[in-house]
């Protein structure tokens, strides 16, 4: 039984639509280019595949890619694009695949999905029990946004926009969070959305991926290597099993 929010059909359709612009070439092309690095001769699995974002244009550099994915609704619109990668659905905390792989990879804050710790760690511990000796695993993750709730405020807004207001709530004792989205149509309705999250800061993860047998090679604040300072607000880590 997991804890993530289950993406529905209708998200799943809207998807690649909604998400724009993380199609971007200036977005994906690094993303990509690092994870063909890492990945070298040997077959790369991304977990929370989604629709293939990632894992497309990565098999298109001719990286056998394989997934594994909780949304049977994002899997269909993956194959829709691309037939030919195979996907366990299921949940990345627990599902295997085949391998072992030179590169597993998990993108775009998906880790967050996983609501409590223990599923946290057995994230990384399954993704380590997927990697050949001196495989690595790889993460894009968001830096907590705490300082920007000042004292005593439970919210705070992350974008406003005429059409999109999104604001974030966090209980700091939890490290829960939840992202809430109005989004104002054409015809003047409102939708609202939310998504829930765990957010987890760099240091939780590297114990995370010591537990599992990792060690951190390399953590950078962003796909084109802009180093990691106390100002950053996102990290890619690479860890790597022993060889
Ligand atoms: C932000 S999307 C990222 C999809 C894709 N990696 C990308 O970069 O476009 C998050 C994905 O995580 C999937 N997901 C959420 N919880 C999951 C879990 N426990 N196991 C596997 N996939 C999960 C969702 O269904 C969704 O496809």
């Known amino acids: 039984m997991t804890s993530s929010d289950i993406w529905d059909a209708e998200t799943a359709q809207r998807y690649d639509e909604s998400s724009a612009f993380m199609f971007a070439p200036e977005v994906l092309e690094p993303a990509v280019d690092l994870l063909a690095e890492l990945a070298g001769d040997g077959p790369a699995l991304e977990l929370a595949i989604g629709t293939g974002r990632v894992a497309i244009p990565l098999a ?6 394989s997934g594994i994915e909780l949304s049977q609704p994002m899997v269909d619109q993956l194959h829709r694009k691309r037939a030919d990668i195979p996907v366990v659905v299921g949940d990345m905390a627990t599902s295997s695949m085949p391998g072992p ?5 998990l993108v775009w804050n998906s880790l967050g ?6 599923e946290q760690v057995a994230c990384f511990r399954n993704a380590a029990r997927h990697l050949a000796p001196g495989g690595r695993f790889v993460i894009e993750l968001w830096i907590p946004g705490i300082r ?3 004292p005593g405020q439970a919210a705070v807004p992350f974008h406003v926009g005429q059409h999109h207001v999104g604001f974030d709530t966090y209980d700091m004792t939890t490290q829960q969070g939840t992202s809430h989205h109005y989004r104002r ?3 003047g309705t409102v939708t609202y959305g939310a998504s829930n999250f765990r957010y987890v800061w760099p240091a939780e993860c590297d114990l995370m991926a010591r537990l ?3 060690e951190l090679e390399r953590r950078v604040a962003d796909w084109n290597g802009t180093p990691f300072t106390h100002d950053s607000e996102s990290h890619v880590s690479v860890w790597r099993m022993p060889v």
């Open 212 to 214: 599992a047998g990792m």
């Open 148 to 150: 920007r709730f000042p």
């Open 60 to 65: 298109e550099r001719g990286v056998p890619v």
């Open 101 to 105: 792989y030179s590169l597993v990879y």
């Open 113 to 118: 999905n996983l609501r409590t710790q223990d």
């Open 185 to 187: 149509h054409d015809d």
